[in-house]
């Protein structure tokens, strides 16, 4: 039997607790001061006053394996998403070969539980092979040890209508949910950057908003027309925002994420033409950043995901064009969140506890995780210091990739500790 006493934390930044967890359960909450001697054989971590929140659910992760072993495995994903205070994350499809079949999702999963640092919950394809051509084998997926509950083609977009249609009917049998990739093919071909007034300026082919907007737009339509359930992956733009608005006030079955670098970084960075910083969907302007803050803090989008994108440097050190879209996320996410939303006032803990570890649970029908911070529940929990500042620095990183936009920047926060059911995955800010 393990067994744990956290004194002096604060649940969602609150009052301080003495929290005693035994096995994978929280056993007893108490005021600090207060703790029975029952407890005393157990191994004490002095919280001294930081903040404990449910450990963190990331409905969007690149762990590249199976095929990309070389930018992440699911062993260094996981141990990234401990270190940024996740206990679960869902593992994107687009791996070669892509999670389109039972067997893939049930390999990825398998290797989750090996790795033992973080739940893994599998995203199916959509599509066979990400092709746009045949719905995958969604019913296998779900039936499947992995219990597949969310759908995408993420890094592409489902833009044939009657596919995504077909898409949106299917996965109701399960309550099974589509996360769309909202990028019209047509519009963005060949775009490397957000199209505005400065793309011109920079030669680089624009990727306009209106190519989110529309389909974003038409998938709503869509869900409500079938009565399904749709979920946007990384809303980027202020016409998106409204369109969800809308999508919400009419009843209809639509979430939406917005991710830490969409809340901080802006498309001026690119004049620096450093690939670190291209991204799909790019980095907008400030207007839209101002945008997707107040729509995270009014509720309009539901969560934040990371979009972790792990790239090898031979992937990013090259010129723009050729550079691979993505950045690193999962270790910097509460921080990033903490700067943009909780140090401006938008957002207090337990709002950030809701957007990181209740909601996206729900979305994914995640057991387990995402619960109230209460004796009985699964002690699935991090523990985090708001009061210190870092200088970051790409290389502390668990990740095999490097591709950090932050590095060198400075960001408040630092996760101390991590349990996953009782058990530590991260103390003292080192992976165990
Ligand atoms: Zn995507």
Redesign the pocket.
């Known amino acids: 039997m393990s067994s744990y006493l956290v004194r002096n934390a604060r649940p969602y930044g609150g009052d301080p607790v003495d929290l005693a967890i035994e096995n994978d359960r929280i056993a007893s909450l108490v005021s600090t001061g207060a703790t029975a001697a029952t407890y005393s054989t157990a191994e004490v971590i002095d919280a001294d006053g930081a903040i404990l929140l449910p450990g963190l659910v990331d409905l ?1 992760t690149h762990l590249r394996e199976p095929g990309r072993e070389d930018a992440e495995t699911v062993e260094s994903g996981t141990q990234a998403a401990a270190l940024g205070g996740f206990t679960a994350v869902h593992a ?1 499809a687009n791996t070669d070969p892509v999670a389109d079949t039972a067997g893939v999702v049930e390999q990825v999963w398998r290797l989750g539980r090996e790795a033992g640092y973080c739940d893994v919950y599998p995203v199916g394809a959509v599509t066979v092979g990400l092709a746009g051509q045949q719905l995958a084998e969604l019913g296998a997926m779900a039936d499947s040890a992995a219990r597949v509950r969310v759908f ?1 083609d ?2 592409k977009c489902v833009s044939d209508a009657v596919m995504m249609r077909r898409a949106l009917e299917y996965v109701k049998a399960f309550d099974g949910v589509i996360a769309q ?1 909202a ?1 019209e093919p047509r519009l963005t071909e060949e775009a490397q950057m957000n199209e505005g007034e400065l793309s011109g300026r920079l030669g680089l082919r624009g990727w306009p908003a209106v190519a989110e907007e529309a389909i974003i737009a038409r998938d709503c339509l869509l869900a409500a027309h079938v009565g399904s359930r749709l979920h946007v ?2 809303v980027s733009t202020a016409g998106s925002v409204e369109i969800i608005r809308w999508a919400k006030s009419e009843g209809w079955n639509v979430t939406a994420e917005v991710t830490p670098h969409h809340l901080l970084l802006t498309d001026d960075l690119a004049a620096t033409y450093d690939p670190i910083y291209k991204v ?2 790019p980095l907008r302007t400030a207007a839209d950043v101002e945008a997707v803050r107040g729509a995270l803090g009014d509720g309009t989008i539901d969560i934040v995901a990371t ?1 972790h994108a792990p790239h090898p440097h031979e992937d990013k050190d090259c010129e723009w064009a050729a550079a691979a879209f993505g950045m690193l996320g999962l270790e910097t996410a509460l921080s990033v969140v903490q700067h943009t939303m909780v140090d401006t006032g938008v957002l207090d803990w337990a709002a950030v506890a809701e957007r990181l570890s209740a909601r996206p649970a729900q979305i994914g029908h995640v057991s387990g995780h995402g619960r109230p911070i209460a004796e009985g529940e699964p002690a699935n929990l991090v523990l985090y210091d708001p009061t210190v500042t870092r200088i970051v620095d790409a290389a502390e990183t668990a990740s095999l990739s490097r591709n950090n936009p932050y590095r060198g920047m400075e960001l408040p926060g630092r996760v101390l500790a991590t349990f996953l059911r009782g058990k530590p995955t991260v103390l003292d800010g080192k992976v165990q």
Request: proline share 8%; net charge negative.
């Open positions: 969007h994107m995408s993420d890094g990739h990028q992956c990384h799909n969907p979009d």
